[in-house]
């Protein structure tokens, strides 16, 4: 029974537990669920940043959107109240839910991989406030790592209230964190596609979490657009769209530079975030509040440094001005170039020094910038090409953001449904996997594994897969004879034998080899401080009759049950064409040596 819920609820709850689901009925009924509360949780957190917003940033600084108006009368509150913020968040954050630090996504899938899909209820609370605070005061952090986790929080609540078991746990905790995507940035297949990818950084799947993470990523969407109203993250000029295409085979020169430069810039934004991060975990003697509060005032200081030269642009927030600005083309070279740099100190400042929100729109951000840049030098050095930089700052987005968070299909799909244009597939899938080809040794997410075979979360599954494809002859030491003894044999001279014996067990034979049973030396234990009867104990008189045996054509994952089912460590090998002849001894630690080695045969192979 889930704790802390009131005794009406957990009536309710007991008595859907007795209606008999099939497993994909259940796993898509509450990946609806989830999706429903995942939705109407994250129009409430983008209310509650809006809320933030307005009357903490842009009325008591009157700005606009994203840029500071030096000329404005209060222009160094942007110094003020971030880092207010930044202390405000740090100090909740550090007494009631320190998962809530940073960007919410490395909890996630901390959570997957490590924690069985456990997510504390009071996270859900504590990560939205936190979050909608840090952006509501000017930080430059998104929301897509905050509603992944909310998202997550909301999968994992349900489903310890259903009482499913880890697996299942795990399933849903991506299921509700792809609701929480798919719903805020209107993207319900980017978003299903998301949590089941950004797990691993190599590219894989959660296979097990695909149906329920559409599910509950398309009830999601429909909830939040039905009670917000908005069908695009990125509203943009119908007529603009239209114009967008891919040019040919003549422009993928340039999105190959394109792919040069995201993985440049994304190798140090990684790196700045890395670094910026590590300073100020050193600062341990430092209260986390005052820590994200210097956080926030370094971010001010950025923000008002490139105010003068950014074209009315800035790096406050989330980016999304950036993202529309690249796009439309008011963005210059030279304030794209600056604004780059800008925003990865602005973010890692914000989220690195112990602030929350995410990586995800700032990086979009950083992307638009880089495609833009590329895009008008390109137009500039060939303009009989026709360049058109607004469709190079929209590939720029995908393309940047697949390589630093390793989500290339994600990032294509919620790029495209963000946008609603989806004519420049082509070259966004190109500098997509040409970043990440290029970027393998680095991601903005550091708990990600690097596959399926790496996952604490399917440690049981690849035991029982690989010991399934091995067989016994293939970890048997033949160069080992086994220590066969005599039925009629004395205990002294069973100990004789014994001594000299690296082996735990000893088949028992008859007058003809065949084998009639079998001791361990615990057997003898009990009677071996008898001396004056070790001439008289024949061995058949302590031997176990029934032999658990195995076969050299059967798998490890058959021998090992017998193993444990038994609690032996060592059983012999018989001939499959005559089971009483023994051949070789199996033990624990053969089976054990096999499958270690076979699994760094197969990391091997994935790297």
Request: aromatic share 8%; glycine share 12%.
């Amino acid at each position: 029974m889930a704790a802390g819920l009131p005794k009406p609820i957990h009536t309710v709850l007991d008595r859907i537990r007795q209606v008999r689901f099939g497993g994909a009925s259940r796993s898509v009924g509450l990946a609806a669920v989830i999706g429903m509360l995942a939705g109407v949780v994250a129009y409430a957190f983008d209310a509650l940043t809006d809320f933030f917003k307005l009357h903490l940033a842009e009325g008591p600084m009157q700005l606009e959107g994203e840029f500071i108006d030096l000329s404005g009368p209060r222009p160094w509150l942007i110094v003020i109240v971030p880092a207010l913020g930044g202390a405000a968040v740090g100090w909740m954050t550090a007494r009631f839910a320190p998962e809530a630090e940073g960007h919410g996504t490395e909890a996630l899938i901390k959570s997957f991989h490590r924690l069985a899909g456990r997510v504390r209820r009071r996270v859900i609370a504590v990560k939205a406030l936190c979050s909608a605070l840090t952006i509501g005061t000017g930080g430059s952090a998104g929301q897509e790592g905050p509603v992944a986790q909310v998202g997550s929080g909301i999968g994992s609540m349900v489903a310890d209230a259903f009482g499913l078991p880890d697996r299942d746990r795990r399933v849903m905790l991506l299921a509700g964190a792809s609701a929480g995507i798919g719903a805020l940035f209107t993207a319900p297949l980017g978003g299903a596609l998301f949590a089941p990818e950004v797990v691993y950084r190599r590219p894989e799947f959660e296979g097990d979490a695909i149906i329920p993470c559409i599910i509950s990523s398309i009830v999601g969407y429909t909830t939040f657009t039905s009670l917000s109203g908005r069908s695009r993250a990125i509203e943009l000029d119908p007529a603009l769209l239209e114009n967008l295409s891919f040019g040919g085979p003549a422009e993928l020169p340039l999105y190959l530079v394109l792919a040069l430069v995201c993985t440049a810039v994304g190798w140090l934004w990684v790196r700045s975030f890395d670094q910026i991060g590590a300073l100020f975990r050193r600062m341990k003697r430092t209260p986390l509040a005052l820590r994200a509060g210097l956080g926030g005032l370094m971010l001010g200081v950025v923000a008002l440094a490139i105010a003068p030269f950014s074209d009315k642009f800035g790096v406050l927030f989330g980016g999304y001005d950036l993202m529309r600005g690249s796009i439309t083309g008011e963005i210059t070279l030279v304030a794209a170039v600056l604004l780059i740099f800008g925003k990865i100190l602005a973010t890692s400042f914000t989220i690195a020094s112990g602030g929350s929100g995410g990586v995800f729109a700032p990086s979009l951000a950083i992307g638009a910038l880089c495609g833009t840049a590329v895009g008008q030098v390109g137009n500039a050095l060939f303009p009989s090409l026709g360049i058109e930089p607004a469709a190079v700052a929209l590939v720029g987005m995908g393309g940047f953001f697949a390589g630093v968070a390793k989500t290339p299909i994600a990032a294509i799909l919620m790029v495209s449904e963000m946008t609603g244009h989806y004519s420049l597939l082509a070259p966004l899938m190109l500098v997509s996997v040409l970043h990440l080809l290029l970027a393998r040794n680095w991601s903005i997410y550091e708990t990600q594994v690097d596959g399926l075979v790496d996952s604490p979360a399917h440690a049981g599954d690849f035991v029982v897969d690989v010991l399934e494809e091995m067989r016994v002859e293939e970890v048997i030491d033949k160069s080992r004879e086994p220590v066969l003894i005599h039925q009629n044999a004395t205990l002294r001279a069973a100990l004789d034998l014994v001594s000299s014996a690296s082996g735990s067990y000893f088949p028992v034979i008859d007058g003809d080899g065949a084998m009639v049973g079998i001791f361990s030396l615990s057997d003898i234990r009990r009677i071996f401080l008898e001396t004056d009867v070790h001439n008289l104990v024949l061995v058949r008189d302590f031997m176990v009759d029934k032999v658990v045996t195995t076969t050299p054509n059967e798998s490890l994952n058959d021998a090992l049950r017998k193993l444990n089912e038994r609690s032996v460590h060592e059983i012999p090998v018989v001939s499959a064409d005559d089971p009483t002849r023994v051949i070789a001894m199996l033990t624990r630690n053969n089976v054990g040596a096999a499958y270690h080695r076979r699994l760094r045969e197969l990391r091997r192979a994935a790297s």
